[in-house]
């Protein structure tokens, strides 16, 4: 059974910063391509930032060089630091595992930048 275990969420100031982890189990996070969406309320689920098997990375426009996505294989976790927090931030984030037409999703953590 995969689960996927986001944390480290919550309540911060702009310019700030958090790291979310994501907790994998029932896969090898490094063979799978590993993502971070978020959701605003109202809004839909956008893609943050990506690494692949191969340990590509790639993000949205509106995070280069604030965001930063890693995989840690031994933990078989991924994490996803984010620096100089906005509150256009402020969404649920989620986990997602991807291979091939395999999807998993995590439950979401919500962040919130605000002051």
């Known amino acids: 059974q995969v689960q996927l275990v986001e944390s480290g969420g919550g309540l911060v100031q702009p310019g700030g910063s958090l790291r979310l982890s994501c907790a994998a189990s029932?896969?090898?996070?490094?063979?799978?391509?590993m993502a971070w969406y978020r959701q605003a309320p109202g809004k839909q689920r956008d893609l943050v930032a990506g690494?692949?098997?191969?340990?590509?990375?790639n993000y949205a426009d509106s995070v280069k060089g604030r965001f930063t996505i890693s995989r840690d294989n031994a933990k078989n976790m991924v994490y996803l630091q984010m620096n100089n927090l906005k509150p256009e931030d402020t969404a649920v984030y989620y986990c997602?595992?991807?291979?091939?037409?395999?999807?998993?999703w995590g439950q979401g953590t919500q962040v919130t930048v605000s002051s």
């Open positions: 997602k595992a991807g291979l091939g037409v395999i999807t998993n």
């Open positions: 029932g896969i090898t996070c490094s063979r799978y391509t």
């Open positions: 690494i692949n098997s191969g340990g590509t990375t």
